[in-house]
T-cell receptor
Framework: DTEVTQTPKHLVMGMTNKKSLKCEQH?????MYWYKQKAKKPPELMFV???????INESVPSRFSPECPNSSLLNLHLHALQPEDSALYLC?????????????????FGPGTRLTVT | AQSVTQLDSQVPVFEEAPVELRCNYS??????LFWYVQYPNQGLQLLLK??????LVKGINGFEAEFNKSQTSFHLRKPSVHISDTAEYFC????????????FGGGTRLMVKP
């Protein structure tokens, strides 16, 4: 099973709302990622978790708050977003993070959550 | 640091014709190379990868790619495309001394016409 699931599929929220995106994988991967993708652009890395600890934060505004409650789950909490935050949010996982020579370097992506901020 | 250039932002092609999507990269260290496909309103799906060994790599859906170290290229090819291949294709690299951080190219939109 190489599936990463994400919920919800679509989300519309106002600028004063608080919402959460969820991501789940059951491949035994110990690295999980959040990406933001604008239309006609490649994904941009936001956060990386390795063994449930935050390893990388790509200078993401604090209105985005990631959480990794266990090795299978990854959340992204959203608060006071701006219209320019509207995008496709992708979750990915990989066997490990930043460990050379394992031969399992690919990331597996979920279907994404289409977020619209009004 | 790494960078990836996909030379064509759009490639129109007729059904059953061959296609090549070009990818060039630069890096100060050796890299692993990947091609991902993204169908409309979906996530990214891994098409194929090059880690080591044979420079010709076969992937899913009849795609293949060839790693050329001297030209720092990893072009994607398919001998005969279908309408269903219409999608966005992303080339990506990760440094082989540090695991999984991906650097993506800008993407190539493959448009297959009947």
């Amino acid at each position: 099973d190489t599936e990463v699931t994400q919920t919800p599929k679509h989300l519309v929220m106002g600028m004063t709302n608080k919402k959460s995106l969820k991501c789940e994988q059951h491949m035994g991967h110990r690295a999980m990622y959040w990406y933001k993708q604008k239309a006609k652009k490649p994904p941009e890395l936001m956060f990386v978790y390795s063994y449930e600890k935050l390893s990388i934060n790509e200078s993401v505004p604090s209105r985005f708050s990631p959480e990794c409650p266990n090795s299978s789950l990854l959340n992204l909490h959203l608060h006071a977003l701006q219209p320019e935050d509207s995008a496709l949010y992708l979750c990915a996982s990989s066997h490990q993070f930043a460990v050379a020579g394992t031969g399992r370097h690919e990331q597996y992506f979920g279907p994404g959550t289409r977020l619209t901020v009004t | 640091a790494q960078s990836v250039t996909q030379l064509d932002s759009q490639v129109p092609v007729f059904e059953e014709a061959p296609v090549e999507l070009r990818c060039n990269y630069s890096s100060s260290v050796s890299v692993y190379l990947f091609w991902y496909v993204q169908y409309p309103n979906q996530g990214l799906q891994l098409l194929l990868k090059y880690l080591s060994g044979s420079t010709l790599v076969k992937g899913i859906n009849g795609f293949e790619a060839e790693f050329n170290k001297s030209q720092t290229s990893f072009h994607l090819r398919k001998p005969s495309v279908h309408i269903s291949d219409t999608a966005e294709y992303f080339c990506a690299v990760s440094p082989n001394n540090a695991g999984n951080m991906l650097t993506f190219g800008g993407g190539t939109r493959l448009m297959v016409k009947p």
